[in-house]
């Protein structure tokens, strides 16, 4: 059975193929489209999907949309009328919004691909992120948590789901807690509170909020309440993201926590307003993980499974993953690589196959490497128009020549295979260096990244070595296969992996196994025995404000306009030459 | 028409806080702009144009950075808080050349909508500078993205030339129908947006009023904290509700 799985029109669109209950390709349309969270119909990720697998439109038994978009609408309206007057200005917007491509799905689908309209199916929002946490999660029954901003009315949902002996599985959300109430809106409004982009700049909160104290707490805790169940509210008259396109917080908000810090104002942790700024990353950091911890420390007695798998936007938060996982009780915390919307693609298609056609389960790859693959000829031969020393190594000189160029403090672009499906570069599109000093970090993010110098690298180690350099938990190897966790270095480390510790003295690890990335895993043995620590600098191969490269042109670009000293895709490696040729063309031409 | 515009630019440039706010959304452009030049760089099978597209889009990269730090600055030094000036949460990643689909689009077309793109943006840049001349920071940036826009105006046209021997004059002049089309569009666009804004409020204060009381009557109702599911459970899989 062919079943297509589609998330799009809010952000970070994506499409999946299962074929026979096993994910065959899943990409995001930003990888192929070239714009970072691309919200539009991903029509291309859709066909490279279909190509890959040689299927087409007419061979597809079904196509599967992530969420309800009617019910969406609603949500919307209903959100309008409720707080009727205020929200006068932000109701054309929403509705001029919702009535474009959002709401006819179906006719949407049915006309692009061309399926009938009896094929075209729906799952909840939060159906699909719990379908993508636990159909892809190596575990037979587990408990289920998924949070995230908000789908149709939901924005945190907990139950359970099973694979059983025979085949059949069944999945069972049990409660959740509606819109505006929301952990996901909640730390998005002190996102866009930070000055920082909401939808993309969340991880930056997280970085900044180890700099901080979490003397706001109790400020915090005035804007979300819990409640006798267990569950919380949020205090509206704190937030405007109900009546307001434009504002998320209100002015009350502002009276509460000071004025919102500027997005051009640099963050300057010696001042009282850069300590305020961490001191609210701190604080809504510390309430979302005590709360998400209650949560889930109740799903674990009602349950009584030791098996969580959570999605969701929040499940990329990796150091509420760690405390979950070191206190919730439970034994092992499964995050997909793609909790978030783009996932949903994944867990549509899933979802629809297990429980709307019954079909037996079966294990799904245990990788997140389903999109495109690089080829190292174009590389080659773009790389020699242009003037570049161009390289075809075997594999052993390939290793050894790129572990002696990060020894000696170059950093390589890495391309290597099929593209990671999900945000994280996990290996196969990645930017190494090593990892040693902090004069590292500071020249990753002021000459390639371009981004906040309290931003931290992640490390990627084999996971047999993990433990020797790393704190992990039980279960924390698990956490650290899709960088899902942030776990201590061991202070014996820190000092030698500067670069790579953050100011709290933890990591967002990668423990990578061999069979999940072969060629970065004797990468990091050739670098270890060079340097005696083998850890690399794993950071996703961008620029700030662009996806990760899919194609090895993109590749290509992306090292000839930053400070990457080598590029490697295949068997090709490519350096730069003395004198840079973009010069004296440019010279010819003023 | 800018010239003609010249006493809007003057006042435009000569408060401190549009200064800056224009300044910030050159940025913008210049950085979105870079992008899609880039994607050009990456599509094309011109080896040389390649090169001169990768070129042009580290220059518009660069002018990105500058212009943004020095609005930043101006920012710091105007000491003005945020709320006043942007309440906007701008995403990155946007185009700037949203009327150029790279994709697909022939190398003639896109070169001569660069070079017409390009020539109207020297021409507008070299007001500004005129008018910052009380700015040396300011004036310096303009007088170095005025040297690469030289750069970017004669490869255009040369390469144009090229690639399209015979129809290069004609690729210019449809670039430059092209680009007052486009106003013409992104004017009815906006008048559109305008006249269905109106319509859409009059119809909130008009017919929505009933609704909005019953619709806060049930809200009172929903219980804060847990909600059970059922209703999504129940939903056939083929129902958008």
Known sequence: ?590 | MDRVLRPVHRWVWSDTGRRVRKLLAFAEVETDGGRDILRAAEVTPDPLLRRLYLAHAIDELHHGVLFRERGAELLRERGGRAGALFNGNPLPGGHGLDDVSIEGEADARLLAFLHVAEKAAAGRFTIYRDLVADDPPTHAIFEEILRDEVFHMNYTYTQLARISPRAYRRQVWLARASRVWKRLLRLAAAVGALMGSAFLTVLYFVVLPPFAWWARRAGRREPAGWAPISAQADAPPTSQY
């Open chain 1, 1 to 590: 059975m062919k079943i297509l799985g589609i998330s799009a029109h809010y952000h970070d669109s994506a499409a999946a193929l299962v074929v026979d209950g096993v994910p065959a390709a899943a990409v995001q349309q930003e990888r192929l489209s070239r714009h970072k969270h691309d919200a539009g119909f991903p029509l291309e990720a859709i066909e490279w999907c279909l190509d890959h697998a040689g299927v087409t439109t007419a061979d597809l038994d079904a196509v599967v949309f992530y969420e309800r978009s009617m019910l969406k609408l609603e949500r919307i309206l209903m959100c309008s009328l409720r707080s009727f007057p205020r929200s006068w200005r932000s109701f054309p917007h929403a509705i001029r919004n919702s009535l474009g491509e959002k709401v006819w799905v179906r006719g949407i689908i049915a006309s692009y691909l061309g399926v009938p309209r009896r094929k075209i199916f729906f799952t909840g929002h939060h159906a699909s992120h719990a379908a993508a946490a636990f159909f892809t999660a190596p575990t037979r029954r587990a408990a289920i948590l998924t949070a995230d901003g908000v789908g149709e009315w939901a924005t945190l949902t907990v139950g359970r789901g099973e694979r059983g002996a025979g085949g059949a599985s069944s999945l069972s959300l049990t409660r959740e807690i509606r819109f505006p109430h929301s952990l996901g809106m909640l730390y998005s409004t002190f996102t866009a509170y930070l000055g920082f982009p909401v939808n993309d700049g969340e991880y930056k909160v997280m970085g900044l909020a180890a700099y901080g104290r979490p003397t706001l707490c109790d400020a915090v805790r005035r804007v979300i309440r819990r409640t006798a169940d267990g569950g919380f509210t949020l205090v509206p008259e704190y937030f405007e993201y109900q009546t307001s396109a434009s504002r998320s917080f209100s002015p009350a908000f502002v009276d509460l926590f000071g004025p919102p810090r500027h997005p051009y104002d640099p963050i300057d942790l010696e001042s009282s307003d850069g300590r305020r700024y961490a001191d609210c990353a701190a604080s809504v950091q510390r309430v979302l993980e005590d709360t998400l911890l209650d949560i889930a420390r109740e799903l674990r007695r009602e349950t009584g499974l030791p098996d969580l798998c959570f999605g969701g936007g929040v499940a990329l938060n990796g150091v509420a993953n760690a405390r979950l996982l070191a206190e919730s009780g439970f034994e092992r915390v499964f995050v997909p690589p793609a909790p978030g919307d783009a996932g949903c693609a994944v867990g549509a298609a899933l979802y629809a196959d297990r429980l709307y056609f019954k079909n037996a389960d079966r294990d799904v790859p245990d990788h997140p490497f389903m999109g495109p693959g690089v080829d190292a000829d174009e590389l080659a031969r773009v790389a020699r128009d242009d003037g570049q020393r161009v390289e075809a190594l075997d594999e052993p000189a390939l290793l050894d020549r790129v572990a002696d160029d990060l020894a000696a403090g170059r950093i390589v672009g890495w391309m290597d295979g099929a593209t990671e499906f999900g945000p994280r570069a996990l290996g196969h599109r990645s930017i190494l260096a090593a990892p040693h000093s902090a004069e590292m970090r500071d020249r990753l993010n002021r000459d390639i990244k371009s981004r906040e110098e309290f931003r931290p690298f992640a490390p990627v180690v084999p996971a047999e070595d993990a433990g020797r350099y790393f704190e992990l938990p039980p279960g924390g190897l698990r956490l650290a296969r899709f960088m899902s966790g942030v776990f201590p270095v061991r202070s014996e480390w820190r000092a030698r992996l500067a670069a790579v510790t953050h100011v709290d003295g933890t990591a967002r690890v990668q423990a990578l196994d061999r069979e999940m990335a072969p060629r970065l895993y004797a990468l990091l043995g050739a670098y270890g025995r060079r340097s005696g620590i083998p850890v690399l600098l794993n950071t996703s191969f961008n620029v700030a404000g662009e996806p990760i490269v899919n194609r090895a042109i993109e590749g290509y670009s992306t090292y000839r306009r930053c400070g990457i000293d080598a590029l490697v895709a295949g068997a090709t490696l490519v350096t730069k030459p003395a004198v840079p040729r973009a010069r004296s063309m440019k010279e010819a031409y003023s």
